[in-house]
């Protein structure tokens, strides 16, 4: 039987936000980091701080650890993570960009762009899309010709030594909690962990491609924008170095 969770009207409008983490023998990773991104994303919507979950339900399994909390509930879930998230970590992704429509500069005040809000129907729309035109993902771009960030995930991305990724503030985006962790420990493979604005022609010239989130780890891109890439001899390094 699927789970079920009592929830108000407001709730079902996306009046709140959530975690999502990687739950490892060891306990979720980068819970610390996780629950800090749920604080902040909370106060964007004017939510109360939220209170520390309970995650004794964790305790002992892996899979996916989900945090959901609105203005009527804080609900802690486990599951299995889902065989596609597997497949696209081992054999990558094929993408392709798209505008956004939206400005890096220019956005309203009230903007939620860098809160991790439950409001999910555009995002999954970009992957249905996506897989219409026979790809895996999305990577958006702004009306300035920046790269922003795919629907669930960060842009990661090497060019020589820098590793690199978009900078959150800047770009008003999601901060990218699995990219800021690679570009942190990048140092130990020898790579520099660089933050910046990239175009889509820049980033097309990248020699490498990836796409970060908590379950993926790492995604390889392997075809952009229909043109195929050349496998990179990082992904698996990087993917070790993050643990999975």
């Not at 990248?206 to 390889?220: K, N, T, V, Y």
């Not at 075809?223 to 990087?238: A, C, I, M, N």
């Amino acid at each position: 039987m699927s789970e079920q969770i009592l929830v108000s009207p407001a709730d079902l409008m996306g009046d709140g936000v959530f975690e999502t983490m990687h739950l490892r023998p060891s306990g979720p990773w980068l819970l610390a980091e996780h629950l800090d991104r749920l604080g902040r994303s909370a106060a964007l919507l004017d939510l109360p701080v939220p209170p520390s979950p309970d995650l004794s339900s964790s305790a002992g399994r892996t899979g996916a650890l989900r945090i959901i909390y609105t203005r009527s509930l804080l609900h802690v879930s486990v599951s299995d993570i889902p065989a596609t998230v597997l497949r696209e970590r081992r054999d990558g992704v094929r993408v392709l960009s798209a505008g956004l429509g939206v400005s890096v500069t220019n956005r309203p005040p009230w903007a939620l762009s860098a809160a991790k809000s439950l409001s999910y129907a555009t995002n999954f729309a970009a992957r249905r899309w996506a897989a219409r035109h026979q790809a895996d993902d999305v990577i958006g771009v702004s009306t300035e010709g920046y790269v922003m960030e795919a629907p669930t995930s960060s842009v990661v991305w090497l060019a020589g030594d820098e590793l690199c990724t978009v900078p959150a503030a800047e770009a008003g985006i999601l901060p990218g909690i699995t990219a800021a962790h690679l570009l942190s420990v990048a140092g130990e493979v020898g790579l520099r962990g660089v933050e910046r604005m990239v175009t889509l022609p820049e980033l097309a010239a990248a020699d490498a491609i990836w796409l970060a989130s908590s379950l993926r780890g790492l995604a390889e891109v392997v075809t952009f924008d229909g043109v195929v890439r050349e496998r990179s001899r990082w992904t698996p390094r990087l993917l070790e170095l993050l643990g999975f």
